[in-house]
Structure formats: structure tokens, C-alpha cells
């Protein structure tokens, strides 16, 4: 979090969890944490089905809200079971998560498609938040960078740079999503910074106004150590985001 010009953004992914009620709570709680407009901005991620109620409750807050996907259909149509991004723009949305590894992994979505996504989640007004990262086995055999350069490299040709001057990426290890096992800051910062330098090969003014987010087990206990690091401008957090006290605690530790 070295450069006054990135905010830091703490982000909560709720993937397919909780109920209306359990949101509101939430929701509730953390607006009183983020009562101020502070140097950090908060997003919340909920399932497309709250994200109408999340924004009505977020009224008049400096909570952002976000979703978790959207189609890579470029134009509304006949599309069954599947959302837009003017869809998402227009309940209150202002990011879009765009492959995340569970996407990957359990939808079978491919560099190809997840630069497609990127590019109608700007057309329809939204941040993207690109995820990257590498599984265990790629880890273990010592593939991390040539994996995370790869999935950033695919989507990069095909959108091209500029668009990453309106975009977040977000590093998270496969193996320590939902696991508890967190990259050292170390391990985190030297990925973060291999990202930064892979844009800054194209163009060195989007790379240094980029925010890279961490994410894999973030908690309250490891954010600040995590957010110290010079290339790290924020977090997505899935697990601890559902727990108002812990997203709370993650958020001040984002606080200069
Ligand atoms: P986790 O999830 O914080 O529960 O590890 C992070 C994510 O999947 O975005």
C-alpha cells in the first residue's frame, strides 16, 4: 500500500452464502463501521439475489457494492438463467469479480472467457476485478509465475492495457482460498509486484495507479501485515467477510 494514489480496497466476496436476514445484519454492522468516508473503500459482493435488497440497505453509505459474475454476452437476449453487466450496473453495481478460480475450476471458464467478461463488464460501466492465481500442484512444482503471467498475458491481448486503467486484478493463491493457509506477506508481495511489472511493460503509468488485491484466508490477524506490503493495495475476502466483526477489523487494518 505504498502509493498515495491507490486507495486501499477491501473487498467481501460472499460467494453462495447466507439468507436476507443474515445480510441485513451484516450489512448493518458494517455501515456503522464505515459511517465516515475513509482513505480505504469497502465493496460487498453478495448473490445476485440480495444485491437489490444490499443496495437499498446501503443507501445514503460508503459501502460499494459489486457482484460476483455477470454473462459474456455483449447484448441482452435470449439467455436463459443468465445477468448483464447493464443488468448489475443498474441495481447499484459498480465492480464485477471476473474469474475467480472457483469459476474456473467448477465452471469451466478459460482465459478466453474471462477476457470477454472483462470487456462487457467495462462496456456496461463496471470495474472489473480480474482474479489470477495458481493451483497447489502448480505451486509445488514451482509454476506460480509462469502461471499468474499466463492467465494476466491472456486477457491482456485481448483487451489490451488501457483497459487496465479502469480495472482491479486480484492475486489469490488457489491453495490458500478457504483453507486457512495464507501466502506469507513475502510470497504475496513478490507475485504482486511480478503482476505490476508484467503491466508496467506496457504502460508504466496504468501499472503504478493499478490496485492489486490479495486474497486467500485474509483474516484480521494477518491483514496488516499483508496490506504493509508495498505492492499489496487491498484484499477480497471471502470467508471472514461474512463475519461483520472480523470484514470490520480487516477494513480498519487498511486504514492509514
Ligand atoms: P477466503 O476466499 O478468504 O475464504 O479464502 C477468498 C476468495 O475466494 O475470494
Known amino acids: 500500500m505504498a502509493v498515495a494514489t491507490r486507495a486501499p480496497l477491501i473487498a467481501g466476496n460472499w460467494k453462495m452464502h ?5 445480510s441485513a445484519e451484516l450489512v448493518s454492522m458494517l455501515k456503522k463501521v464505515v459511517a465516515r468516508p475513509k482513505d480505504a473503500q469497502m465493496l460487498l459482493c453478495p448473490p445476485f439475489t440480495y444485491l437489490m435488497a444490499v443496495r437499498k440497505w446501503l443507501k445514503e453509505s460508503n459501502i460499494l457494492l459489486g457482484a460476483q459474475n455477470l454473462s459474456h454476452q455483449p447484448d441482452l437476449g435470449a439467455y436463459t438463467g443468465e445477468v448483464h453487466g447493464s443488468m448489475l450496473k443498474d441495481v447499484g453495481c459498480s465492480f464485477v469479480i471476473i474469474g475467480h478460480s472457483e469459476r474456473r475450476q467448477f465452471y469451466g471458464e478459460t482465459d478466453d472467457l474471462v477476457a470477454q467478461k ?3 463488464a467495462q462496456a456496461a460501466g463496471l470495474t472489473p476485478i480480474l482474479c ?13 509465475e509462469s502461471v499468474v503471467v499466463g492467465q494476466m498475458l491472456a486477457v491482456l ?3 489490451g492495457v488501457a483497459a487496465f486503467s479502469n480495472a482491479v486484478i486480484a492475486y489469490e493463491p488457489v491453495w490458500a482460498i478457504g483453507t486457512g493457509r495464507t501466502a506469507t506477506p513475502g510470497q504475496a508481495q513478490k507475485v504482486h509486484a511480478l503482476i505490476r511489472a508484467t503491466i508496467s511493460k506496457h504502460d508504466a503509468t496504468i501499472s503504478s495507479a493499478l490496485r492489486i488485491l490479495y486474497g486467500g484466508s485474509v483474516k484480521s490477524d494477518n491483514a496488516k501485515v499483508l496490506l504493509s506490503m508495498d ?9 471472514a467477510s461474512l463475519k461483520a466483526e472480523e470484514f470490520a477489523a480487516i477494513f480498519q487494518a487498511a486504514l492509514n
Open 118 to 120: 472483462f470487456q462487457v
Open 132 to 144: 489470477i492465481g495458481e493451483t497447489l500442484e502448480q505451486h509445488e512444482k514451482g509454476k506460480t
Open 157 to 159: 491481448k485481448t483487451v
Open 18 to 22: 447466507g439468507t436476507l436476514d443474515d
Open 231 to 239: 505492492d499489496i493495495d487491498g484484499g477480497l475476502v471471502g470467508g
